[in-house]
């Protein structure tokens, strides 16, 4: 089974921090994903990234910056934390140019104070 | 523009009726994905079903069928005889050039006893 793995469940960081969550996949897929939930808005793609050091803006990617160094690794860097980027992280894996489903982690439960 | 539309936020009702959520979808590509994720408490995603742009059979899977009607644009998912254990959230999803999910907003289905 593919596993993704997110580093932390819950974390708790303050204004202005530099905050980094990390994703680790273990099925040698090609692209993986950051998305952030918030109720009523459902998942919004944050960053993508098709390729080691490729990545591609999704719809909210100011405020946030990622890590692409080792396939399996991919990074999303919060510079500067504001209270706004409260939320739940999910990271997401799957194959390259198929019509697989994504392979969610379990989520990490961030809160900026 | 890609989108997808959840438009029934919250979704309640009493355990053996059958819901039907629903999933309106915009894109301007011919091959395209759609795809259910169901979200329970515990917080991962999982996948349901997948369907691509070219077939547009009806599917069934014990409990649960997916109506995708290309003409409205709708991917509709119906649960029949719902049980406690099927209260989650529930996402539709829209995956266009192989590597780019985009994602409803989500439905939160809560059965009741």
């Known amino acids: 089974d593919v596993k993704v793995t997110q580093s932390s469940r819950y974390l708790v960081k303050r204004t202005g921090e530099k905050v980094f969550l990390e994703c680790v996949q273990d099925m040698d897929h090609e692209n993986m994903f950051w998305y952030r939930q918030d109720p009523g808005l459902g998942l919004r793609l944050i960053y993508f990234s098709y390729d080691v050091k490729m990545k591609e803006k999704g719809d909210i990617p100011e405020g946030y910056s990622v890590s692409r160094e080792k396939k399996e690794r991919f990074s999303l860097i919060l510079e500067s934390a504001s209270t706004n980027q409260t939320s739940m992280y999910l990271c997401?894996?799957?194959?390259?140019?198929?019509?697989?489903?994504?392979?969610f982690g379990n989520g990490t439960r961030l809160t900026v104070t | 523009a890609q989108k997808v539309t959840q438009a029934q936020t919250e979704i309640s009702v009493v355990e053996k009726e059958d819901v039907t959520l629903d999933c309106v979808y915009e894109t301007r590509d011919t091959t395209y994905y759609l795809f259910w994720y169901k979200q329970p408490p515990s917080g991962e995603l999982v996948f349901l079903i997948r369907?691509?742009?070219?077939?547009?059979q009806n599917e069934i899977s014990g409990r649960y069928s997916w109506n995708f009607q290309k003409s409205t644009s709708s991917f509709n998912f119906t649960i029949t005889a719902s049980q406690v254990v099927d209260s989650a959230v529930y996402f539709c999803?829209?995956?266009?050039?192989?590597?780019?999910?985009?994602f409803g907003a989500g439905t939160r289905l809560t059965v009741k006893p």
């Open positions: 369907r691509n742009s070219f077939d547009e």
């Open positions: 997401a894996s799957s194959p390259r140019w198929t019509d697989s489903p994504l392979h």
């Open positions: 999803a829209l995956l266009y050039n192989n590597n780019d999910m985009r």
